[in-house]
């Protein structure tokens, strides 16, 4: 079974920007959730998704968004992109809520 | 969510057992004791979970204490390849969620 993948690897953009990450979770998981790690506040949780509905969200600004498809893929979008947002962006999916299986992320530079 | 205490990081010997501690004394009844690691270079992996009885799986041993109040993360033989963040993390049962608040971890360093 293919793990959770996450595209790109890396990305490298300008401050203003907007970006766009991809998610694929593992086959028939609903569930995917989106995680921003830095070296400074560590892994912090953004945004869960369920069934193409959102229902669970972490204490980020409005900049950052996200949406799931009908195949439970995933993107998530970063507007307006500050030196801040520069972070490794991991993405998880679930089938039952008891274990996540994480992607190996995608690493955003902010220039 | 109840919090977790974790020392910042860990040394131990190739093919030695280790003990991960983990701290939790506001852990409420339906609150189940999970543990993640990161490898360098990858997103967290599951290790193992519990509510209240010892668990076994074919990655680790999960020791609860009575009360509850900690836990210990146990590798059984310790190899290079367990050099990792260890992230203990407390869920709630009934959340519906699949989100997970994570701490500092401990750094585990192996040497061959």
């Known amino acids: 079974k293919a793990g959770v993948t996450q595209t790109p690897r890396y990305l490298i953009k300008t401050r203003g920007q907007q970006v766009t990450l991809s998610c694929s979770p593992i086959?028939?998981?609903?569930?995917v959730s989106w995680y921003q790690q830095t070296p400074g506040q560590g892994l912090q949780f953004l945004f869960e998704?369920?069934?193409?509905?959102?229902?669970n969200k972490g204490n980020f600004p409005g900049r950052f968004s996200g949406r799931q498809f009908s195949n439970s893929r995933s993107e998530m979008n970063v507007s307006t992109l500050e030196l801040g947002d520069s972070a490794l962006y991991l993405c998880a999916s679930s089938f039952n809520n008891e274990k996540l299986f994480f992607g190996s992320g995608t690493q955003l530079s902010v220039l | 969510d109840a919090k977790t205490t974790q020392p910042n990081s860990m040394e131990s010997n190739e093919e030695e057992p280790v003990h991960l501690p983990c701290n939790h004394s506001?852990?409420?009844?339906?609150?189940?004791i999970h543990w993640y690691r990161q490898l360098p270079s990858q997103g967290p992996e599951y290790v193992i979970h519990?509510?209240?009885s010892n668990v076994n799986n074919r990655m680790a041993s999960l020791a609860i204490a009575e009360d509850r109040k900690s836990s210990t993360l146990i590798l059984h033989r310790a190899t290079l390849r367990d050099a990792a963040v260890y992230y203990c993390i407390l869920r709630e049962g009934n959340s519906g969620y699949s989100t997970l608040t994570f701490g500092k971890g401990t750094m585990l360093l192996v040497s061959p």
């Open positions: 086959s028939g998981h609903r569930s």
């Open positions: 519990g509510l209240t």
């Open positions: 506001t852990i409420s009844g339906t609150d189940y």
């Open positions: 998704y369920f069934s193409e509905t959102q229902r």
